[in-house]
Every structure is written in C-alpha cells, then in structure tokens.
C-alpha cells in the first residue's frame, strides 16, 4: 500500500480487514484511524467487523481432530489401494 | 549420489496406519466428510503411482501429506475456478470519479448499538454456524483457515496457490457477508 495519508473506502476496509488479524502496520492503522474519523459508513463496517471477529472467536472452534474412519471403511479403503498394487 | 534410504513405503498398511491422520489434515480443509474421505483414498492411489520417486528420506506420512497437499490445491482450483476469480472487492466503484468509495446498496447500515452486541448467547452460535455454511466453499476454505485454524497469510497463500492480495479479497468477501448474513439473521431481528 502506498504512503499518501488520505485512502479511499475500499483501502480502509482492507486495513480494517487486516487488523482484524492483527496484521495491519502502525502507520495503516493511523491513516485508518482518520478515514473512520470522516467516513460514517467505514465506521459502521469497522464497528461491525469487529462484532463479526468476537461472534467468531467465541463460537467458531477448530474442527475436531479426531475423526476417524470406521474399521470397515478402513478394510474397503485398504482393499481398494491394494487392487491398484497388482 | 543416492543416499541410504532411512524409511520404506508400506501400501498394504496404509490403510490402517494413516487413513485417519490424513482425513484429519483433509477435513479441516474442505469441511465435508465425504469429500474429505474422497481425497484421501486419491492420495493413496497418487502415492502408489509415484512410488518409484520416493527416496526414503522423508517418514511414509510425510511424503503422503505432500501429495495430499497437491490435491487440495488442485480441488481448490477447481472450484476457485477462472470464472470466478476474487480479484475485486465488488463494494467499492471500481473507477470515474467515486473510485474506491461504497456503492451505496453495498454499505453497511448502522444496528445502532454495535458496541453493546450481546455475542455471548448460546443461540448465536447456531447463526454464525448458519452464516458460514452459506459461504460459498471458495471462500470458507480460506475464511476458516484464517480465522479459526489461525493460520498465517502467507501458509494459507503457499498452500492454496493464491496471493495475498487475492486473500484479502477473498477475506473481506467472506467477512461482508457473513456481517450482512448475521445482519438479517440476528442482529437486526
């Protein structure tokens, strides 16, 4: 991204998307801090974002590591690698 | 030039010794049983093809996790097919004088009180699930590998063969809509 202070709508919801990774630089997050300062609509969807960001950490979890196929898929799984063997 | 090879390949047990390793590694991907079981019986039938190019320097299961990795990339081009390639955002006028401003049925409209959101209800939980499932795969994919498995950018960009500016695209897609998704569902109920 470029160095000019003032950025459009769609450069500060980039930078707000970023952050939500906590992976926006300083100086993005100060040129984002002024965008939502004069821009309404970018504020409503930083405001939104973040909500979207804790709704997603305090209900979204990693997939289980546990499945697991069943013995008898594992027998038919195995039969069919070994049928390309021969 | 050939170094001692430290590990052999053992297909008559693969089954068995890492069928469930691998549809672990797939799921978290592509979220779907089914497909996932899918890929990992192609995996096996990959490694047997390639057999012959197996040196012996890296352990059975990680040379299958790299041939496992070839073919989630090669689902995800299928589906993240030319056609419908994220390049652009698709909220924003894309050039003329508004460039880079809302367009504004695609703004965001307030909730009014999004810093008091109650997130902590049980009953948000089946939304949000509700609202990811709507996603299309494409960016679920990415969307879940970000977000909930926490990878890092640049993993998630090697893995899938994206840059990082299409993930981003990708990314506010998938989080435009979920906002609008959890909109309707819930917050502006």
Redesign the interface.
């Known amino acids: 991204m470029s160095n000019k202070f003032f950025i459009?709508?769609?450069?500060a919801?980039?930078i707000c998307?970023?952050s939500?990774?906590k992976?926006a630089t300083f100086w993005e997050k100060v040129k984002l801090t002024y965008h939502l300062f004069i821009c309404k609509?970018?504020g409503?969807?930083s405001?939104?974002?973040?909500?979207?960001t804790?709704?997603?950490n305090?209900?979204?979890?990693?997939?289980e590591?546990?499945?697991?196929?069943s013995e008898q898929?594992?027998?038919e799984?195995?039969e069919?690698?070994?049928k390309?063997?021969e | 030039m050939s170094e001692k090879p430290l590990h052999k390949l053992d297909p008559n047990n693969w089954a068995q010794k890492h069928a469930d390793y691998l549809f672990n590694y797939t799921i978290t991907r592509v979220n779907n049983e089914d497909l996932a079981k899918d890929i990992v019986q192609e995996t096996f039938f990959s490694g047997l093809k390639a057999q012959h190019n197996y040196r012996g320097q890296a352990s059975e299961r990680t040379w299958l996790i790299s041939i496992l990795k070839r073919k989630v990339i090669d689902y995800y081009r299928k589906i993240n097919s030319k056609k419908g390639k994220a390049e652009v955002k698709m909220d924003f006028y894309e050039d003329g004088e508004r460039k880079g401003s809302w367009i504004e049925e695609r703004a965001p409209s307030s909730w009014g009180n999004e810093a008091e959101m109650d997130i902590e209800n049980e009953e948000l939980k089946s939304a949000i699930d509700r609202c990811v499932d709507f996603l299309p795969e494409k960016y679920r994919m990415v969307f879940l590998l970000k977000t909930v498995q926490n990878y890092e950018t640049e993993e998630i960009c090697n893995e899938l063969g994206i840059t990082a500016s299409n993930l981003w695209v990708i990314i506010h897609r998938a989080r435009h809509q979920l906002r609008k998704c959890l909109e309707e569902n819930w917050f502006a109920k």
């Open positions: 459009n709508c769609d450069e919801t980039a998307d970023k939500q990774y992976e609509k970018c409503t969807y405001k939104q974002n973040t909500v979207v804790k709704v997603c305090k209900h979204l979890h990693k997939c590591t546990n499945h697991q196929f898929e594992k027998t799984l195995q069919n690698i070994s390309e063997i």
